[in-house]
């Protein structure tokens, strides 16, 4: 139960950091609401998960796929680049995700 409540975090994290880029520097109000809403919900979710994960595991977990989606958005939806380092780094980051998860405690 835990993974998945840090999986939902994670996705808060993306949309928390998606919503910047939209909120032009905090002077436009429903993108900057987002902001915090999102990077509120976040963190209270991450903290809920560490009574039963590791703080080190959870928080890299969490930042990790939280880069892992944001990139993968930014591509999508403001044409950034896919080059073969952004593409190697990206995995990189999944390896690294399912090694803590693989390594962890549950």
Known sequence: MAWLVLIAAAAFEIAFAVSLKPSDG????????????FGVISVVLLSKTLD??????AYAVWTGLGSLGVVTLGVLFFNEPLTPAR??????IVAGVIGLRLAGAD
């Open 87 to 92: 593409i190697a780094c990206i995995a990189l």
């Open 52 to 57: 039963r994960l590791p703080v080190g595991t």
């Open 26 to 37: 905090f002077s436009r109000f429903w993108p900057t609401a987002g902001v915090l809403v």
